[in-house]
Structures are given as C-alpha cells and as structure tokens.
C-alpha cells in the first residue's frame, strides 16, 4: 500500500485545514487509518483513527472537538479536517494504515505509511 498525503500548508491560529491521504496499490478494504504528527525535537504522537466502515473514530485529547477524522472508501481516501489550528498544532502530519483494522492510538500498530505534509500555524 502507498498512502500519499497532501493538504498541508501555512494558516493563521484559529485558521482551519482539511488534510488527504490517497491509498493506492494493494487493496485499502478492511484497514483502518490513522493520523499523527511529529513536530520538531519531538516524538511522533497520535492524532486520530477511524475503522474501515468509519462507525468508530478516536482522538488525541489535545485536538479532540477541533479535528474530524473521516474516510470516503470509494475513493482510498482518509481525511482530517482541522479546525481552530494552534501554533502547537505545527508539525508534518503523516497518515497511515493498520491491516487487522484496529484503529490503535499506537504508532507502533501500523504498516504502511504515508511521507508526511507540513502544517505551520503561525501566532
């Protein structure tokens, strides 16, 4: 599986983003997909995850209320639409893919990932 993700960029605080990340190659049927951010001098941390039918998401505290984590299956494509942007917020967010469908806040539980886009909120 190659996940591609795209949709970063430059937004003000209170600003708002809608992230993608395209699958493609092996099928994308019956994974789960996740998101998470690493910002400089820091570790990788979780952001969100949704199941492949999407009935269950789950979300890092830190963005939960702001961020919506969803998936169009027809189009391999997962999305995090980020709203109410932080400074804290900053960082390349990476998406990625867990086979067994369990939508694990843990970094370590996914296979396939994607090479990450940059997202600066400036104060």
């Known amino acids: 599986v190659q996940l591609q993700a795209s949709g970063g960029g430059l937004v003000q605080a209170g600003g708002s983003l809608r992230l993608s990340c395209a699958a493609s190659?092996?099928?994308?049927?019956?994974?789960?997909m996740g998101w998470f951010r690493q910002a400089p001098g820091k570790e990788r941390e979780f952001v969100a995850s949704i199941t492949w039918s999407g009935s269950s998401t789950y979300y890092a505290d830190s963005v939960k209320g702001r961020f919506t984590i969803s998936r169009d299956n027809a189009k391999n494509t997962v999305y995090l639409q980020m709203n109410s942007l932080k400074p804290e917020d900053t960082a390349v967010y990476y998406c990625a893919t867990n086979v067994r469908n369990n939508y694990s806040p843990h970094a370590r539980e996914y296979d396939y990932w994607g090479q990450g886009t940059q997202v600066t909120v400036s104060s």
């Open positions: 190659g092996r099928t994308f049927r019956g994974y789960a």
